[in-house]
Structures are given as C-alpha cells and as structure tokens.
C-alpha cells in the first residue's frame, strides 16, 4: 500500500529556508514521477517541483525549491529558500505509479507578513 508521510513543516521567519521531507512506504523505483505541490489559502493546488527518483531529472520554475531523494532512507526532500510570506501553503507530496496518482496528507509551511 502507497503512503506518503510529510513532515517539517513549521513557522519560520520570511527569509528563512525550510527542509520538508516525505517518507514513502514502497520503493520510489515504482514511481513514474514524483514531487512536491502547495495549496495557498483561497487558491487552488499547484506544483512546485517534479521530478523523477535516481535520475537528475527535476522540473522546477521556481529556482527556490529543489527535491532530493534519500535512497537510504526512502524519502524525498523539498529544500525552500528565501521564504517569503507567499509562500504561506499547505505543502503535500506526491508520486504517480503509471495512471495512478497518490497523495500525502499535508505539512503546513507559515510564513509571517
């Protein structure tokens, strides 16, 4: 069974950086594609930054967010730098196996104005 743990998530203060991990419960070799999405109060989900397990593959338009993969411990990271309060979301990681997408439940990231 599929299942992706967040964690890390916190107040911090607008210029600060933040490590938000994802713990997986199978191989991440058995994902297609995998990431990171945030959801801003009153705004819909969007993606900061997919890529692809033990490869160099990442797709990020946002030069602040960078993945990285622990194989060891079978995570995935999100690195942000230079928070700012627009950053203010509820991060969730995600993967997709062939046509199937799974979810996390959510860590939320605040960020004071």
């Known amino acids: 069974q599929v299942q992706l743990v967040e964690s890390g998530g916190g107040l911090v203060q607008p210029g600060g950086s933040l490590r938000l991990s994802c713990a997986v419960s199978?191989?991440?070799?058995?994902?297609?594609?995998m990431g990171w999405y945030r959801q801003a109060p009153g705004k819909e989900r969007e993606p900061v930054a997919t890529g692809v397990f033990d490869t160099n593959y990442q797709d990020s338009g946002k030069p602040r967010f960078t993945i990285s993969w622990d194989s060891a411990k079978n995570t995935m990271a999100l690195q942000i730098n230079s928070l700012t309060p627009e950053d203010t979301a509820v991060y969730c990681c995600?993967?997709?196996?062939?046509?199937?997408?799974?979810w996390g439940q959510g860590t939320q990231v605040a960020i004071p104005s």
């Open positions: 199978v191989s991440m070799y058995s994902f297609s594609a």
């Open positions: 995600w993967g997709r196996q062939n046509a199937e997408e799974f």
